[in-house]
Every structure is written in C-alpha cells, then in structure tokens.
C-alpha cells in the first residue's frame, strides 16, 4: 500500500528536502504541500492523504492549531509532528492536540521513513528527547482508583508505548486482536484521550508508566 504524504513547512528549502526523502521510494506518494496550518487543513481535506508531516511554528496557523482542526475536518488522517523544538511548551500541546507522533527535524532519513510508516500504522513515535521530556514533566494527578486501569490494560499500554501494534499485542499477551482494541478504548476513556499517541502521553504523566 502507498502511504500518501502531506508536507506542512513554511520554509520551501524543507519541504523540498523531505519531498527528496520520499519521492524516490515506491512505498511513498508525496500528494502535496503547505506552507500553514490554514493550507495544511485545506489540502489535508481535498486530498488523499493518509500523513501530514507538520511543522509547528508557522504564520497565520501553526501546527497545534492545525492538528486540532484536522481532528474533526479530516479524522482519519495521521499526523506526524516534525520540528526543530523539543521544549515542553512545543511537545505537550502537540500531543494533546492529536498528534500521533513527534520526531525532529535532526532525525536521520532511515528514524523519519520508519515514523511514517508506524504513524500511518497508528502507532505512537516519540523522538527519545520528546520521549524523555513527558518522563520528566511535572506529573498530574493520579487517575482516580475507580478510574484506574487494570493490570491488564496497563500491560496493553506498556506494549503500545514500545511500540507494538495491536496484532503484535494480542500475539505477545495470548489473547484476541478484538480485546487489544477493547482494552484501548477502555483507556482511552479512563485517561480522557482519543488515541494512542495521547494515551502514552496521558500515562506518563499520571504515572502509570515511568
């Protein structure tokens, strides 16, 4: 399958690089680009996009708002953040917005091919320096004892946040793809998020996960 990608930059230098990254492999068709979030929305709802690759701080809107509103006007859509920042006030509010990954822009080729292809999956891709900024941000509350996951549930979380897919969670716990999915909506709404990306994020910071 070819996984359709969407570039949101406001500097024309990057987006040809990373058109440059994708262009040549079989697996990848570069669909268009944006140079803001107001475009970045535009196109992602006109076009055939699986990806938005997205920028953060741009004129007019920037990538937090943009992830936001392609939660409703293009909800199956993937978004991979990708930055130069890494400070909690770039990470956090990413996440939360929706995004179901954050790499830098430093990243190397074969790290960014691979976050596309796992973002495109629905898995979570942190940079380990984002990864790393929601170990150490100041822990929230912790989930109410009635609202608390089980040990099973958290054993599913432990496996998304490594990666896993739902397929290789099911595999590794010997139980049904169908109750991987169960166990998932079950945290997403004990931890008050929508997707996987948000629920890695949620639990480190209650922390479920350390």
Do not use: C, W
């Not at 990708?82 to 995004?99: I, K, N």
């Not at 089980?150 to 599913?156: D, G, I």
């Not at 996987?196 to 639990?203: D, G, L, T, W």
């Amino acid at each position: 399958m070819t996984i359709r990608l969407l570039i949101v930059d406001d500097h024309p230098v990057v987006r040809d690089g990373l058109r440059g990254v994708f262009d040549g492999d079989p697996d990848f068709e570069v669909v268009g680009e944006a140079a803001d979030g107001v475009e970045a929305v535009e196109r992602a709802a006109a076009l055939p996009v699986d990806v938005v690759l997205m920028d953060l701080r741009m004129p007019r809107m920037g990538g937090v708002e943009a992830i936001r509103a392609l939660r409703d006007r293009a909800p199956d859509v993937r978004v991979l953040v990708l930055t130069t920042y890494d400070s909690d006030a770039d990470v956090l509010p990413a996440v939360e917005a929706g995004a179901t990954g954050y790499l830098l822009k430093d990243a190397p080729r074969d790290e960014l091919v691979r976050g596309v292809r796992a973002a495109h999956r629905g898995q979570a891709v942190l940079a380990p320096t984002v990864a790393q900024k929601l170990l150490g941000h100041v822990r929230g509350p912790a989930v109410p004892a009635a609202e608390a996951p089980t040990e099973r549930e958290l054993e599913v979380l432990r496996l998304v946040a490594a990666g896993s897919t739902n397929k290789e969670a099911a595999k590794q716990l010997f139980i049904s793809e169908a109750t991987v999915k169960t166990h998932l909506l079950h945290l997403y709404a004990k931890l008050g998020v929508r997707d996987r990306a948000s629920a890695v994020a949620a639990a480190y910071k209650s922390g479920l996960l350390d």
